[in-house]
């Protein structure tokens, strides 16, 4: 199975702030990339599919970078309401079962 | 309103009693996932299926039972043969192949 790895943090940021996490990926052949959002003791919600040409949503923009095989996520003037963890998920590369990293906790303060 | 339902939201078991979590989904979604989640931990697949009447073993299945007679049902037994099922679990769905999975809100369970 592939690997996914992520940065537990926590980041710690003011309000304001930008904060960018990563996501590296073991499997090359991996086809689907996504980022997902936990709050505490919540279900995951996802947050933004990765595309190769990059896509972004607001003030959360999700990058890929296949040759050195990882993602980011990048979130501009953070918000109190961002503080959460953040999952980064990989499919594909010879299996439809997605793996989910560990998580990126965020926290936001005033 | 499509969605993902689980129910209950908490629930409380003796030692050495079977339980059975409910999910149920109206998105007709063609794939379904069991997870455990663990305090400070991330997400292990139980259970998956792809289509009705099949499934398959996910990294943590000993222990665990399921079965997928519907498209919308996968219910979930946690088994007296299940060392620490204390744990929070999610179920998901999905169109499958490479594509996003949705959860439900999730069922706490605890056994004392």
């Known amino acids: 199975r592939k690997e996914v790895e992520q940065d537990p943090g926590p980041f710690n940021v003011p309000e304001g702030a930008t904060v960018a996490f990563n996501c590296t990926y073991s499997?090359?052949?991996?086809?689907?990339f996504f980022w997902y959002r936990q709050d505490c003791r919540k279900e995951p919600k996802l947050l933004m599919s990765v595309y190769s040409s990059g896509n972004e949503d607001g003030r959360f923009t999700a990058q890929l970078n296949r040759a050195s095989q990882y993602i980011s996520l990048l979130i501009r003037d953070s918000k109190l309401s961002d503080s959460a963890t953040y999952l980064c998920?990989?499919?594909?590369?010879?299996?439809?079962?997605?793996?989910f990293g560990r998580g990126t906790s965020l926290i936001v303060h005033p | 309103d499509g969605g993902i339902t689980q129910s209950p939201k908490y629930l409380f078991r003796k030692e050495g009693q079977n339980v059975t979590l409910s999910c149920e989904q109206n998105l007709n979604h063609d794939a379904m996932y069991w997870y455990r989640q663990d305090p400070g931990q991330g997400l292990r697949l139980i259970y998956y299926?792809?289509?009705?009447?099949?499934?398959q073993k996910g990294d943590i299945a000993e222990g665990y039972s399921v079965s997928r007679e519907k498209k919308e049902s996968f219910p979930l037994t946690v088994t007296s043969a299940q060392k620490n099922p204390t744990a929070f679990y999610l179920c998901?769905?999905?169109?499958?192949?490479?594509?996003?999975?949705?959860f439900g809100p999730g069922t706490r369970l605890t056994v004392t």
């Open positions: 998920v990989v499919s594909g590369g010879g299996s439809y079962i997605p793996t």
């Open positions: 299926s792809q289509i009705v009447n099949d499934f």
């Open positions: 499997n090359s052949a991996s086809q689907s």
């Open positions: 998901a769905s999905g169109t499958g192949g490479f594509g996003e999975q949705y």
